[in-house]
């Protein structure tokens, strides 16, 4: 697999004088209501292109240990599509730098969407075309490495220096972010197993990445590459739990993710299962919904959650008393 050199080149291209870190209003609604507005809740000079140095974990950041261990009951946060997808108000969704971001603000967690290119080079793309998040248009399966590689990242209205980003490969997002957080590997966006698992070996990842699909015949194609492969497989609806756990009692997942709807019954077999269970918070099905207040994140640990995944994680990491520095 080609393996690009971005994440070095990063570093020796970054200045070698660390500015100041300047106060950044969180854009947090006082009163409870949404928040539309695009500020960062931390500096963007910690992981934009003028970041000086890449990001170290996070000294008060959830041990090591925890992070891997299906029965540690810490809470724990995960960034969707790095610090947030659909364009957030930190970084542009599965860039560099969001992940960066995610590292800076001690979150436990990252999500990411790889796909193939043309030629077979796995890049970080959520959707099936360029067009939403780049300056390209077309299905990133017709265009080559190179070619996604050429196209400028959309910024909006996000505050920081965005200008040296690129689409990532998988192999340069866990080289980033091994030793900083842990990476669920989102195997839906494509069949390509035998790529997705030799990414993960070639960043020498096995211990930082989560293979994470809905999709058992792939977890089961992966661990037959890697019989040391974390998973996490995804519980659709309650009458598949007890199936989907007993299939692999002896591989014990590292998470299990449940739909929401599915509290209490299926949280409480994931639990006697030994392992914990992995929750969106982008329903009202647990009564929290984008923009609310910080204390309503609570609401889906106490109802069952051990992770809860989300486009704003520096509301669920104050929520928790990990409110970003």
């Not at 960043?203 to 990445?209: E, N, P, R, T, V």
């Not at 914990?276 to 009564?287: A, K, N, P």
């Not at 207040?293 to 669920?316: C, F, M, N």
Request: net charge negative; charged share 25%.
């Amino acid at each position: 697999m080609k393996r690009s050199l971005l994440a070095l080149a990063f570093v020796a291209a970054c200045s070698s004088s660390e500015p100041a870190p300047a106060a950044i209003d969180t854009g947090a609604a006082d009163d409870g209501g949404e928040d539309t507005t695009p500020k960062p809740p931390i500096d963007p000079r910690l992981f934009d292109c003028t970041a000086p140095k890449l990001p170290p974990r996070k000294a008060t950041a959830t041990p090591e240990a925890c992070l891997r261990d299906p029965k540690c009951k810490t809470r724990l946060v995960s960034g969707h599509r790095g610090a947030g997808g659909d364009l957030g108000r930190i970084a542009p969704e599965d860039s560099l730098a969001a992940y960066r971001a995610a590292i800076v603000m001690g979150l436990d967690i990252v999500e990411t969407d790889p796909r193939p290119s043309k030629d077979g080079i796995l890049v970080n793309l959520h959707d099936p075309t360029v067009d939403r998040t780049t300056n390209g248009k077309g299905n990133a399966a017709d265009l080559t490495f190179t070619e996604l590689r050429a196209l400028t990242l959309k910024t909006g209205e996000l505050q920081g220096d965005f200008s040296c980003e690129k689409i990532p490969t998988l192999v340069e997002l866990l080289t980033l972010c091994k030793g900083r957080a842990l990476v669920l590997i989102d195997a839906n966006k494509t069949d390509r197993v035998d790529l997705l698992v030799a990414a993960i070996k070639e960043a020498g990842a096995l211990d930082w990445a989560v293979f994470d699909t809905s999709g058992l015949d792939k977890i089961d194609q992966a661990l037959l590459l890697e019989p040391k492969l974390m998973i996490m497989p995804r519980i659709g609806d309650a009458a598949s739990a007890p199936a989907i756990l007993a299939r692999y009692k002896d591989h014990l997942p590292v998470l299990v993710e449940i739909d929401a709807k599915l509290f209490p019954t299926t949280v409480d077999l994931v639990h006697a299962a030994g392992t914990r269970t992995f929750t969106d918070v982008f329903t009202t099905d647990v009564g929290v919904k984008l923009g609310s207040p910080p204390s309503q994140y609570l609401l889906t640990y106490e109802k069952g959650a051990d992770v809860v995944q989300t486009d704003l994680p520096d509301l669920v990491l104050g929520a928790l008393g990990r409110a970003p520095d």
